[in-house]
């Protein structure tokens, strides 16, 4: 790339010997493209000069196809997957949504203030019959504000799952989900006085009484569900972003088979 454009620079030979890029971390942030190919991506500064901004490298699949482990730089990422297309766009149109919001409120604060964005992302479901992909974005404008974003994907037909297609028709699983839910803050908040929760707060109408048909959610490790609320839906803006576990014998009789453990 240095070769190719005297506009571009990487610290391989710098004079500085401290900045050159000597080997990758085993911590290296890093993802798999439509085309089964693993990226690095390391941030600004971090091998270039800030001006270079974020910087990625496709690693061609003949460099890693006698080291790699079988399946991992080809499942869920197969050229011309309808499924995958479809994750890769919607993806692609949340995250343009996002940097557009940022560019113009960014331009509106001028010299005025700290504004900054940090968007950060990663697989927290990845099962046989579950894929599902996280986004963890914060908004830094005199104060900060963090959200997240989860896209969850049946890996069998390709659809996107909102959380009432884990549950059986039939079954009245916002309110069981929400009566959980409450019981744990309510547990939380009398274990520990830093914790507080909107459960019966003078001002009612920030008071947690239903969880959301539209609710954030993942499925753990454990084939638990796991709701999240952005920082300032449920509780004070000092208690971030709030996850709460559900235990599976509260989930048992009501989820269809195959999605939660």
């Known amino acids: 790339q240095m070769a190719a454009d005297d506009s571009v620079y990487y610290w391989l030979e710098d004079e500085v010997e401290a900045w050159n890029f000597k080997e990758l971390s085993k911590d290296a942030t890093f993802y798999v493209n439509e085309n089964g190919q693993l990226v690095i991506v390391f941030n600004e500064g971090e091998v270039a000069p800030m001006y270079m901004g974020v910087c990625e490298f496709t690693i061609p699949s003949d460099v890693t196809e006698d080291i790699v482990k ?103 699983y916002i309110s069981v989900l929400t009566a959980n839910i409450q019981s744990q803050m309510r547990d939380q908040m009398a274990a520990d006085d830093s914790v507080y929760y909107w459960l019966e707060d003078e001002v009612d109408a920030w008071n947690f009484k239903e969880l959301s048909k539209d609710a954030t959610f993942f499925v753990n490790k454990d084939g638990q569900l796991v709701i999240v609320f952005d920082e300032g839906d449920v509780a004070p803006m000092y208690m971030g972003v709030c996850e709460f576990t559900i235990p599976s014998d509260v989930t048992k009789d009501i989820a269809k088979p195959g999605y939660l453990g």
């Open 70 to 172: 079988s399946d991992y730089l080809s499942a869920f990422t197969k050229t011309g997957d309808p499924a995958v297309s479809n994750l890769n766009q919607t993806i692609q149109d949340y995250t343009d949504a996002i940097v557009a919001q940022y560019e113009k409120d960014a331009a509106a604060q001028g010299d005025e203030g700290n504004y900054d964005l940090n968007l950060t992302y990663e697989i927290v479901t990845d099962t046989d019959k579950l894929f599902a992909i996280r986004f963890d974005k914060t908004i830094v404008m005199n104060s900060g504000n963090e959200s997240v974003k989860i896209y969850n994907v049946d890996k069998e037909t390709g659809k996107f799952l909102t959380l009432g297609d884990l549950f059986k028709a039939d079954s009245d």
